[in-house]
């Protein structure tokens, strides 16, 4: 009788390279509550975006985070994703951006938003959400 191992063991090796970038890579999500923008002047702050946990993200880095916030019907505001070292200014509603790639993935994100002229109405913003897709800390 002959063995054929060699397909299962090339499954098996399959497997364990699978599992192992699983285990490295993943990403979270994270939504705040409506915000009130009133100032053209001075920017409202979102509350935190952090990990559902904290064990998800230790270890990990940032590769790439997404965002979206909802602005009512022809309302502009300027807007901003912030880290605790300083903010990003955002193109527009969605988008996403590696400009923080290398950060801890458990650092806390926020939004700013602020009117785009002094002569706008207060706008409320609903939606805001990111999505940071991290993974493990590569080191030399």
Known sequence: MIRRTGPWLAGVALCAVWMG???????????????????????????????????????QVMRRVGWQY?????????AWLCHPGGCIPLPGPRGQTDVMAGLPAD?????????????QRATTLQGLQVIVDHEHLQRP
């Open 70 to 78: 909802q602005p009512p019907a022809g309302s502009e505001v300027n």
């Open 107 to 119: 650092t806390p994100l926020y939004f700013q938003f602020s009117l785009q002229d002094r002569r």
């Open 21 to 59: 970038i699983a285990h490295a890579a993943g990403s979270w999500v994270a939504s705040a509550p409506s915000l009130l923008v009133t100032m053209a002047d001075r920017p409202s702050s979102s509350a935190a975006l952090l990990p559902p946990s904290p064990e998800l993200a230790r270890g």
